[in-house]
Each structure stands twice: as C-alpha cells, then as structure tokens.
C-alpha cells in the first residue's frame, strides 16, 4: 500500500466528532501505525525494514498509534527529544486485528485478575487532538507492545517502513503560520475491524 495524503479541512468535516474510533490509512490487507524515534532507530529500521540495533529495545513496551495527529501531538510535530523521526508502518491487518483481541486496558486487566507483568499489549483510548495540539472529544487508540507482542509485531506483522519525517516538517511549516486550509496530512477513514467480536471487546462506538 502507499500512503496517500488529503487536505485536514477536508478529511476533518468526515470524521466522527466524539466517541471511540480507530481512525487509520487502510485496505484490505494493510494497515497504517506511526511510531516516533530518535534518528538512530528510525534510520536503521529504514534501512532493514524492522527495528533493532543497539539503541532498540525489545524489553520495553513500544507505543503505536493509527492517529497521525495524535502522533503530531505526542512527538511535537518531530520536534521533541529523541522523537526526531516519524515512521509509518504498514502492518498486515491480521496482525493488527491480533493485536487488538489480545489488548489489555486497565479494566481488562482487573476483571482477569492479570499482573502488569502478564499482560504483552496494553490499549488505551486517549482525546485525539488537532493540528494545534488542542484536544477533540473523539477518543483517539493507542497500544503497547512488549515481549512476544513485540517480537511478533516487529518478525511477522510488519509489510513496510517508510521514513515520512520530512514531510512531518513541510506540515508543520503551515501549522506554525496557521494555515490550516493548506495542511495536508494522510488520509484517515475510521477502522471497521474484520473481526465482528473486536468492536464491543475495546469498547469501540458506532458511526
């Protein structure tokens, strides 16, 4: 898949307002996460189409988003420390859907009687946020791998990494003279999980 990109304005008056929905670039088979790095990771993951090298670490729980400004939010449009570099990775969507049966929130956890310990990927729902970094009522997905999760994710589940940093900074050159009719980001449609059980398992709202 390539990623493709259309204008906020545009993409913004489609999506939901508030809610919890995974808003993604996807197909059929594709789906699209974004992580940020210092440019020691990001630059060997470019280069071997997974991650690893010595400033990686397997043994700690590794954030992805599907939100693109949710990842503008967090890394500062790639301006924060060790946050220099965006990726877009385009997982398979069986792997993701994986990811999301085997997903703990905190409720989960509690319910199944889990230690932190126990759990390889943990969900959140945060407030998406604009382009300025204002929050939305619209609940935005994030989730965390570790261990086998990590393992799987970065052996098995990932199809493409693409290196979208400069772009980030051409798009963040309008934000900053806030043109907002000129940004352009990737295209986001909210995610329908293939998987029928996965929507009241996350707690995902209709649309």
């Excluded at 729902?125 to 609940?139: N, Q, T």
């Excluded at 693409?162 to 980001?185: M, N, W």
């Amino acid at each position: 898949m390539t990623l493709t990109y259309e204008k906020y304005i545009k993409q913004k008056s489609s999506w939901p307002v508030s809610g919890r929905h995974i808003l993604a670039q996807y197909n059929e088979n594709s789906i699209v996460v974004y992580q940020a790095f210092c440019p020691e990771i990001a630059d060997y993951a470019i280069i071997h189409q997974k991650f690893g090298g010595n400033h990686y670490n397997m043994n700690r729980m590794s954030w992805i988003k599907t939100n693109f400004l949710w990842m503008m939010y967090r890394s500062g449009w790639a301006q924060k420390k060790n946050q220099e570099k965006i990726l877009a990775i385009h997982l398979s969507v069986e792997g993701f859907e994986n990811i999301l049966l085997n997903a703990y929130t905190v409720t989960r956890q509690k319910i199944e009687n889990k230690s932190t310990s126990d759990i390889s990927i943990r969900l959140q729902w945060d407030p998406d946020h604009d382009p300025y970094g204002g929050k939305e009522e619209r609940k935005a997905i994030q989730l965390g791998l570790k261990n086998d999760a990590l393992i799987k994710f970065n052996e098995n589940w990932i199809q493409k990494i693409e290196d979208v940093t400069e772009f980030v900074k051409l798009q963040f050159k309008l934000v900053l003279a806030k043109d907002l009719e000129s940004l352009t980001i990737p295209k986001e449609d909210v995610y329908t999980p293939k998987d029928i059980n996965i929507k009241s398992f996350i707690g995902l709202d209709d649309f």
